[in-house]
């Protein structure tokens, strides 16, 4: 079961109460039964590739993936959508998570999507609020969003509730892990400390990195459309914002397209589904390459994150050439969500009911302005 430990572990920044994995795989023998976690608010983007490489991990090892599409907590977080709109956004996030997992060959049919609106309006559920509220101090409540939940100068009560509910969900998801990215960690740790109050048991969490933003400095989000590009962004648009994207030559450290290699490209790369299409493993290496001009060294290509570093880092390897094998990349992953989207009009219609475009500002005539009269 080692193996499958490895696995479920690989490529993860931290992992907290990796016992509890340990015991479901050596002691109990079952699948390890573990969630992942959105809020339907913005339009998804390429960071996304990032939960879903590891997603395919999981089923590469035998678990039992859910996906929690938290309707609720995309209303609670700074009311950042109305509910009536969160519907849409939670079916259209469904739809386009299924396409991405579509496009890098992994099988959807063992995946398990669940709306927290789904459970998260039961008695039983809104009793686990109360009794968690009766115990959780307004310091450790603020603590545990402070990184996930939209930071304002007067919060709002629900901003407090939405860590809460985040663990609550792990029980009654009835899972033994939860994965989210490492920004998350506050509330895994919230969740380790007070379920056992409540008498339910420890989980164990997964957290993998957050990819930096196309911009200089934080993360991709969905709120900084400089950092991230959109799942349905065409050609041009891709080519566009990845040559305006920070990436100092020979600096690594925080250097978003380098980063997405790492945690994207290179693990896609190595993905191979069953010819059955029921399974998903990986190959020994990945591969990133780049069709580069003879008169400037010729195409190049990498098979670990280590190799393509110390070319950078060097400058051995442009930036230039990075961005020109990166558009190439994210192209070629989003060609296919492309061909699918323009394809069905039903999905088109799903995704204007989730995010209506804006009414352009009526015109009004302007009044003649007539000399000695008031207006």
């Known amino acids: 079961m080692s193996d499958a430990y490895d696995i479920i572990t690989e490529n993860l920044q931290e992992v907290l109460n990796g016992a509890v994995i340990k015991d479901v795989l050596e002691n109990q023998k079952r699948p390890l039964k573990i969630y992942w976690g959105t809020a339907p608010t913005g339009r998804p983007h390429c960071g996304y590739f990032v939960p879903m490489t590891k997603i395919a991990n999981f089923l590469q090892a035998g678990c039992e993936v859910k996906i929690l599409l938290a309707d609720l907590h995309a209303f609670l977080d700074n009311m950042k959508a109305p509910l009536e709109l969160v519907a849409y956004r939670a079916q259209y996030y469904e739809r386009i998570i299924k396409s991405i997992l579509r496009s890098i060959g992994v099988p959807i049919d063992k995946l398990h999507f669940v709306v927290g609106s789904s459970y998260q309006y039961s008695p039983k559920y809104t009793l686990d609020i109360f009794r968690l509220s009766s115990l959780t101090t307004l310091n450790d409540a603020r603590r545990a969003g402070a990184d996930v939940v939209k930071q304002v100068e007067s919060p709002l009560l629900s901003g407090l509730i939405y860590p809460l ?4 969900d792990e ?21 380790e400390e007070y379920l056992p109050s409540l008498g339910y048991k420890k989980r164990a969490h997964l957290m993998n990195p957050m990819v930096p933003g196309l911009a200089q400095g934080g993360k991709m ?40 290699v790492e945690y994207v490209l290179l693990p896609i790369s190595r993905l191979q589904t069953s010819e059955d299409g029921q399974s998903v493993s990986q190959k020994p290496e990945g591969l990133f390459f780049i069709d580069r001009p003879e ?11 280590s190799q393509l570093k110390e070319a950078y880092t060097s400058q051995a ?26 394809g069905d009009e039903s999905f088109q219609a ?22 000695g009269t008031k207006y």
């Open 165 to 168: 509910m985040q663990a609550l």
């Open 350 to 371: 799903l995704e204007k009911a989730a995010y209506p475009p804006a009414e352009a500002p009526k015109k009004t005539k302007k009044k003649e302005k007539k000399i």
């Open 295 to 305: 008169k400037y060294g010729g195409s190049v290509s990498y098979t670990t994150i």
């Open 317 to 342: 390897l442009s930036p230039q050439d990075l961005k020109s094998g990166i558009t190439e990349a994210i192209n070629k992953l989003l060609e296919p969500l492309r061909k699918e989207f323009l």
């Open 171 to 191: 029980e009654h998801l009835d899972v033994d892990a939860q994965f989210g990215g490492v920004d998350q960690r506050k509330i895994f740790v919230l969740a």
């Open 221 to 260: 989000s969905s709120s900084d459309p400089n950092s991230k590009i959109d799942l349905l962004d065409d050609p041009k648009t891709v080519k566009k914002k990845i040559a305006s994207a920070y990436c100092s030559p020979g600096e690594v450290e925080g250097n978003g397209l380098i980063a997405f």
